[in-house]
């Protein structure tokens, strides 16, 4: 069987265009994927995989309404795909093996380009060897600006993600079988940007943004700052317009894999004090996953200062027609293995959606788990039948939560909804964007043992 054999969608024929190379991208440098080391605790961590042989991938930066171009070259002996969460993208352009290209081989070259509608935090990662190659450290976060710039003295992004590692600091396997059939395999050591604690200067007295990414393949963050001057105002990219509380140490913020959150933050006064955000770990203290230190004399900034971000121009679904899909999200009935194509299989199936595991990434002969009209307004209604906790990712579409059965939910718009034990939420979406959008858990070990589908837009 050859590559190309396995395409399933509609978006397949443009996403096989950047095919090998064929230099669509003169004057913009190739992101290339390849082996790195790196000391992510004490010793040099070997096996990693990056966008440099010794550094995190970088944060990519654009700007909203402009083009951007991003040859990914792959200089790995595996296939790769190269995926841009969050932005309502072009079908082609989203980097998912099978149902929008082709995977790029050893020394191949696919070029991206797109141009982000939307401003906001977001961020990427391989969609093709997923769990091997998220979890050796292929997570980068891209920030898309706005087009008028909020008034922000600097900015912050932390990316946060586990690494499972061994006393000598190399890789231990990314997962367990008996992780992957429960809340997922975490990793033992946390991280910000692959550091520790880092440490980042910003003017005593400024307005820093805090962009939050939590890249993990497994872990749901649990977050709050130690200060009070400081504001949600994104939430998953998007500008948040409802108050939104602060978390506390009581009631930290949960940011599930694949979820990002911006907080405007005012850097206390005095040098040498910090701005610390602080992660809750399972039997331990909350730990500081990173500390921005004030330096220098203070700038004296207000947070009401800040011009609030503007909108991005998702359209507003019309609740009043909109047709009702239903999504179970459980265990699968089947036991079958799932086929092996060249993205990587964990060798199970444990999950399902809506009773279907999805068959592996050479899925063949796959239907959407539903076909949405476009320009339509949808309620999709998402059950969790399982004791686990799942982020729910949407690609290509924004959607907004409506209610839920277990609490009260912020109308925040988002892509990825992290559902509670036996949470059923209904969110609602205008199907804008044409394409087979990938539909999946993002505790990757889910995603790779059934919990993934698509839903077809027309
Ligand atoms: Cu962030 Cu389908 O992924
Ligand atoms: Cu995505
Ligand atoms: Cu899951």
Not at 65 to 93: C, F, K, Q, S
Not at 398 to 415: A, E, G, H, I, M
Request: aromatic share 8%; hydrophobic share 40%; charged share 20%.
């Amino acid at each position: 069987m050859k590559r190309r054999e396995f395409l399933l969608g509609s978006g397949a024929t443009a996403g096989a265009m950047g095919l090998g190379g064929l230099g669509l991208a003169a004057g913009a440098p190739e992101l290339v994927v390849q082996p790195a080391s790196f000391a992510l605790r004490g010793q040099m961590t070997s096996g990693m995989v990056s966008l440099s042989p010794n550094a995190p991938p970088p944060v990519l930066y654009g700007k909203q309404g402009v083009d951007m171009r991003l040859p990914v070259r792959n200089t790995l002996p595996e296939y790769t795909a190269m995926h841009w969460h969050g932005l309502r993208i072009p079908n082609g352009m989203d980097g998912v093996p099978y149902l929008t290209q082709v995977p790029i081989g050893s020394e191949e070259v696919f070029d991206y380009e797109f141009t982000p509608p939307d401003a906001g935090t977001y961020w990427y990662h391989p969609h093709c060897m997923t769990m091997d190659q998220m979890a050796h450290g292929l997570t980068g976060v891209m920030v898309i600006a706005e087009a008028n710039d909020p008034g922000f003295d600097s900015e912050q992004v932390v990316n946060l993600r586990d690494f499972r590692l061994d006393d000598a600091d190399q890789f231990l396997p990314a997962y367990t079988a008996r992780g992957a059939a429960r809340a997922g395999t975490f990793g033992n050591v946390q991280t910000a940007n692959w550091l520790t604690e880092p440490h980042y200067e910003h003017a005593a007295g400024s307005l820093v943004r805090l962009r939050v990414v939590n890249t993990d393949t497994t872990r749901i963050y649990k977050v709050h700052l130690n200060r009070s001057e400081v504001r949600i105002i994104a939430w998953d990219g998007h500008p948040v317009e409802v108050e939104v509380p602060m978390p506390s140490a009581d009631e930290p913020l949960l940011i599930g894999p694949g979820q990002r959150v911006d907080f405007a933050v005012k850097m206390p006064t005095d040098e040498g004090q910090t701005v610390d955000l602080l992660a809750k770990f399972p039997g331990q203290k909350h730990r500081a996953m990173a500390r921005l230190r004030a330096v220098g004399a203070s700038v004296a900034r207000d947070l009401r200062e800040l011009r609030p971000l503007p909108a991005n121009l998702a359209a507003k679904p019309d609740l009043t027609k909109a047709e009702v899909h239903e999504f179970v999200f459980g265990w699968t009935p089947e036991s079958g293995q799932p086929n092996n194509g060249f993205c990587g299989s964990l060798g199970y199936n444990f999950w399902s959606i809506n009773r279907t595991p999805w068959p592996g990434d050479a899925a063949q002969g796959v239907g959407p788990l539903a076909t949405l009209e476009q320009g339509k307004s949808y309620v999709l209604r998402l059950r969790n039948e399982s004791p686990n906790l799942h982020p729910i990712h949407l690609h290509g579409l924004v959607f907004v939560p409506l209610k839920s059965n277990l609490r009260r939910l912020p109308p925040l718009l988002t892509d990825t909804m992290l559902l509670l034990k036996d949470e059923v939420v209904e969110i609602a979406l205008v199907a804008d964007n044409p394409g087979d959008w990938a539909f999946h858990c993002h505790v990757i070990e889910h995603q790779k043992t059934g919990l993934t589908g698509f839903i077809r837009v027309v």
